[in-house]
């Protein structure tokens, strides 16, 4: 039995205490308006995202993610935000973000009932920057900002 403990603590040493890796999308529609969730958990809002999968690429995830809580597909990729590591960017676990920006289509509707409580589309000159969830609002400031990086 501790041979089981030792390969069991090694494991958990060596690939459990490992940062997530997660991919937010900052989705922006046709008519240009920024889509966000609103959370079932803490009431904030946030930008569509979640962890990577698996065999998973960032475009698939985001892809993924966003369908899953918006109902929104991504037309296309438009570039990389940021890749986001403060171990206190997330509450729950040690996520490294990884943010794109997409434009969208679709119409966005509420799929993920667990997660996301509502999908709206904001105009950029209408963000509710001070009710949002993680880091999400350095990521949005970024984008418009135009400021692209690492942080």
Same mark, same amino acid.
């Given at each position: 039995?501790?041979?089981? /403990?030792?390969?069991?603590?090694?494991? #958990?040493?060596?690939?459990?205490?490992?940062?997530?890796?997660?991919?937010?999308?900052?989705?922006? +529609?046709?008519? *240009?308006?920024?889509? #966000?969730?609103?959370?079932? *958990?803490?009431?904030? /809002?946030?930008?569509?995202?979640?962890?990577?999968? /698996?065999?998973?690429?960032?475009?698939?995830?985001?892809?993924?993610?966003? @369908?899953? %809580? +918006?109902?929104?597909? !991504?037309?296309?990729?438009? =570039?990389? $935000? =940021?890749?986001?590591?403060?171990?206190?960017?997330?509450?729950? $676990?040690?996520?490294?973000?990884? @943010?794109?920006? @997409?434009?969208?289509?679709?119409?966005?509707?509420? #799929?993920? $009932?667990? %997660?996301?409580?509502?999908?709206?589309?904001?105009?950029?000159?209408?963000?509710?920057?001070?009710? !949002? @969830?993680?880091?999400?609002?350095?990521?949005?400031?970024?984008? !418009?900002?135009?400021?692209?990086?690492?942080?």
């Amino acid at each position: 039995m501790s041979g089981f /403990w030792r390969v069991l603590g090694f494991f #958990l040493e060596r690939f459990w205490r490992r940062p997530f890796v997660a991919v937010s999308v900052i989705a922006l +529609t046709a008519s *240009d308006h920024l889509i #966000l969730v609103q959370r079932c *958990d803490t009431g904030q /809002w946030s930008l569509p995202g979640g962890m990577m999968d /698996w065999g998973e690429t960032i475009l698939e995830t985001g892809a993924r993610e966003l @369908a899953e %809580e +918006t109902g929104l597909r !991504l037309q296309s990729f438009e =570039g990389l $935000v =940021g890749v986001y590591s403060d171990p206190k960017r997330d509450p729950r $676990v040690h996520a490294v973000c990884i @943010a794109i920006a @997409a434009r969208v289509d679709g119409e966005p509707q509420v #799929l993920d $009932v667990k %997660e996301v409580r509502a999908v709206q589309a904001f105009p950029l000159s209408d963000l509710p920057l001070a009710d !949002l @969830a993680h880091d999400h609002a350095q990521q949005l400031e970024d984008y !418009l900002n135009g400021h692209l990086g690492l942080t």
